[in-house]
């Protein structure tokens, strides 16, 4: 169920060379339906909830230690690690992407490494 770091990086490396119209290029082509039905399964927004209540959302802080398209995914790798999702890089991405849709919003240039 694991995929290599090597799979890893040449999908990171693909998505980030193609251009997108709009939105940070590292998330182009994401199956945001995908990501959807993934959060949902994972429970994500019931656990955050409980920790920021509402309806979870409020923990994620664009503005914060997550604050670029990749941190944003890598974020989600770790979580879903934690939590032993078994998640492919490709859906990893896809959660991230729904991520980045409904509530960090980074710009297109925001997907350059920041230094
Ligand atoms: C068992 C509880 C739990 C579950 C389940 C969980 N998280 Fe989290 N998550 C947390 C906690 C706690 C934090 C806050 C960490 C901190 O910054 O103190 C967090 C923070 C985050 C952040 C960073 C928010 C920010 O802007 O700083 C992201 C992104 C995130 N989680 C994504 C996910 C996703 C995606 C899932 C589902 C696949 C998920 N989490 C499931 C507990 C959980």
New binding site residues.
């Given amino acids: 169920m694991r995929a290599g770091p090597a799979i890893l990086l040449a999908l990171v490396a693909g998505t980030a060379l193609a251009q997108t119209p709009q939105g940070p290029a590292l998330f182009h082509g994401a199956d945001l339906a995908l990501g959807e039905k ?2 949902k399964d ?7 909830a ?2 920021v209540g509402g309806d979870g959302s409020a ?4 503005q ?3 604050n670029t398209p990749g941190a ?1 995914r890598g ?2 790798d770790y ?2 690690t ?2 032993n ?1 078994g ?1 492919f890089p490709e859906e990893v991405t896809a ?2 992407a729904v ?1 980045q849709r409904d ?2 919003r980074f710009p297109a240039a925001a997907s350059a490494p920041s230094r």
């Fill in positions: 993934l959060i994972a429970k994500c927004e019931a656990c955050h409980r920790r923990i994620y802080r664009p914060g230690r997550i944003l974020m989600v979580c879903s934690e939590l999702l998640l959660v991230a991520l509530h960090y």
